[in-house]
């Protein structure tokens, strides 16, 4: 058989935070209404940005490529409808920054007319593994769990390595979030649909899924789509725990396996996706459609209706917000994402991307707020961490900056889920910690890096500069040499007529320049050019005596 | 849309709700019970000990956290606990100032001294115990046999404030006619003496496991009653303060070589049960070597640490110069917790040697 | 008692003998500590700290005598790197605001060539009489070009934050300042 366990391993560690679906579980899937303009990042997915292909005032397709992915870990960005772009700048985003991004913002035209030529595969499952990737390639799907990783890479396993399981992840194990549920309730077939294709992609037959058994209704609608495609996938239930849905946590728990520190999945036979990626690879690999939209919940005890929408990629979270309803006085926080590990909203004007998973409104009693306090050593962060790390002792080096020793405690082994500090009574933002410090040691680095190059470059500089020097010189003593023996003949005939100019004279560089363009011969706008050279050269005069005038002050 | 005045924190943006105070509080109401039954078996100078102890405590942390330019602490409720932890470690007779010194030292000494609460080598309590314990050790070692509250025999209020504050006892009561030894101390002194086990704690002395268990036996205000104290453990453990490693380690610890060395020669040596429910062995294994700040901090590196401790108190109690040997054990043990820590890393996922297969 | 005087005189006279040959014996001639703080220095010998380059500014630390927040380039990095080599506390930087780079205002540009010619890091492109452009990324901040410049038309901006510049910010928590 296979490598999935018949009996679940445990993860280490964990916490139960209050699930809080109930609000938005019972609320079917509704297709948001198109929003009056759309602001489309073009930057959503784990790995390099994209490059805008369209410009101000272009008109556009649905489906049409706005920006083309740059490198090979990229992943292009379409036009969620047809209509106009508008402009190109940068907007606000969800970022724990705040700062802005360059977005594509388009004008509906309304007809929602698609780009004509998109087209899928006849019979995908009889398809070569390659065009089924190429498929999901351009339709720009990535991870739609949250981390956005582009999912044609999971798809092409590296050579030597071989992808025994498919894990299917309808774990959703951020408190609130519903959106994954309620597409494995509505939409079982289309998802068993998708599994089919990535297993022919993968060339693998094996297929779990795992979902919490606090989704009894999703656990269900998935066992009768999969007993109806006939034995291949299995669904499995799981206990809660957060954060099984994180891909390490999850492997281990269904094989048994831990996926080595620094490697993939894949290195333990495992492929990971999201239940909505595999519906949107259904809808890529079948129809040709790029992925333009996603379902996102709506929830938190601040939302006036709590609801699943299927929305656009682009659409301003102000437009979901109204459409459910506004939001009732008290709210406090606005969460892209879950609770645990989503990013605090700083503006309602930021779209929906590929990665929002939920739009969490929540009140002061939700989201308390306290000071920081001393570590009081009770070791509970170390009970929480599902990766078995030592989160007090870490946030220590991190605080007094040991960035060496920080490393050394396997900081990059850290997930952020979020449990340690879920856990901590003296509220210490020990994720807040970690992230400082791998950003510290990323810019620490870099820095280096960099220092290492301008060395390099300076070096190279000087080496080249004593070169052309020596040149030079050799030159110069080369036509000493001529000129001497031309001038030996020449006293012979005729005296020199004028003198040979000197290399070494320069004519002012302003004049120089002026006299250069003023001889460029031939052309239209000759007139023009030399008005402007003399111009250029005018202010270029003005400018040196200016600094000249300067100088002579400074030197008083 | 003009300015939004989102709070835009890190992640995780919820939290479990618990809390310093919280934890420290937890630990207090899960002393009550026994501290309650002490007041029961030992009288007003028992609440009296208690109240004095945790008053000085409290006031010496406020007035150091002043001192150090801090905003007050007294809030987090870990100076009352330091204090009242302190005060079961007493005897129910401690004269007043033994106790204000003794909450003194703890706060100030034991804890501001190393950079205040979590930095901290020592358990405070134990450290003043035993700092205590040294300094004066005629009125640490003063036994009153158990004077319930609603006796007849029992001191009264007033006469209760005179034996702590004035150090006087009323007319007519003899000193020695109201203390003895513990059963800890009386079997090292008989037994040192070339007597059996049996004859120690027999005869005129009249040890009676049952009342032990209840705590009806002469000792410090928190050596008394084995139940009331497991349960206060078990409410901790309930409310996820600690799990069972630490004290579940230190009583095998503590209680295995009792065992094998009564098996070997039972006239010699008391029985394990004894070793349970006399002495400080509960107390210490449930509230003072879990205390979080001097514990090691992993499940591993708790286990030896607990085993450490009890296998100490065993041996102090057996052979060392003192007849309880808990608080010694568990100061002792504190001092390796970070060596014990550094050496029980956890091994971090997907970093085992098997992990890739 | 003469015994006494004899023997601690001879073990001193030993000991000295020893430590004097040593002294020979290992010296090292130049300052090693000389040579780490160059290390720790961009080795652009740009001249901001107002010596005349990244080995007369560390022989000046050396000795003493340089403050160790005079290198631009290097910035806060190197400034700390100094201070652990030196072993002494950090001190604040004197631009606060954040690196800067080097822009050339292609309007005033001339395109005479003297900034290219004093890069340390041959950061400006550009040909004889062409408009000339910073690579911003190659940059190092060392305002070497600014005063060649004829028309004064190279400018020092802030580096612009952006997403992908910006880093997560330490906790300010109440540890922040304890210790």
Redesign the interface.
Known sequence: MGIALSVLRRFHGGVHPPENKAISAGAAIEVMPLAKRLFVPLHQHFGAPCEAVVQTGEKVLKGQILGQPQGFVSSPVHAPTSGTVVSLEEFPVHHPSGLPMLCAILEPDGEDRWLPGLKGLEDPEKAEPAAIRRLIQDAGIVGLGGATFPSFIKMSPPKGKVAELLLINGVECEPYLTCDARLMEERAGGIVEGIRIMLRALQTGECVIGIEDNKPAAVKAMEVAAKADGGRIRVVRLPVMYPQGSEKQLIEVVTGRQVPSGGLPVDVGVIVHNVGTALAIRDAVREGKPLISRVVTVSGRGIQRPANLEVRIGTPVQDLVDHCGGLKPGVVKLVSGGPMMGVAIHTTRAPVVKGTSGILALLAEEVPASREQGCIRCGHCLQACPMSLMPNEMAWLARHELLDKLAEHDLFDCIECGSCSYVCPASIPLVQYFRFGKFAIRNRDQEKKKQEISRARTLAKEARVAREQEEKERKKAEMKAGMAAKKKAQVEQVPDPSAVPSVSATAPAGEAKSASVAAVPGGDDKAERAARAAKSAAAAKAAKAAKAARQAKDAE | MNQEKWVVGTSPHVHSGDSVPQVMQTVIWALMPAAVLSVLVFGWAALLVMIVTTLSAVLTEEVVTRMRGRSSAIGDRSAALTGLLLAMTLPPHTPWWVCVVGGAFAILIGKHLYGGLGHNPFNPALISRVFLLISFPVEMTYWPHPTPLFGDSGLSLSQAFGVIFGGHYPPGMLVDAITGATPLGQYRIEVGLGKSVQEALGGSYGFDYFKATGGMIGGSLGETSAVLLLLGGFYMMYRRLFTWHVPVSMLVGCLAPATIFYLVNPDHYPDPFFHLVTGGLILGAFFMATDMVTSPVTARGQLIFGACCGLLTYIIRTWGGYPEGVSFAIVIMNSAVPLIDQFTRPTVYGKAKNSKK | MIEAVLSVSGLALVAGLGLGFAARKFQIEANPIVDKLEQSL????CGNCGFPGCRPYADAMASGGAPINLCP???K??MEALAAILGVSPVAMEEEEGPKVAFVVEE?C???T?CIKA?????IIGAN?QSHTVVTD?C?GCKACVEPC????IEMRLVP???YS??????G????T??
């Open positions: 961009p080795s652009a010998n380039p290097g910035g990095a190197t005033n001339i395109g005479c003297a890069c340390p890091v041959d950061a009489k190659i190092i004829p028309v004064d038309c934050k952006t997403l910006w880093s997560w910010a330490k906790p928590g109440e540890h922040a304890l210790h």
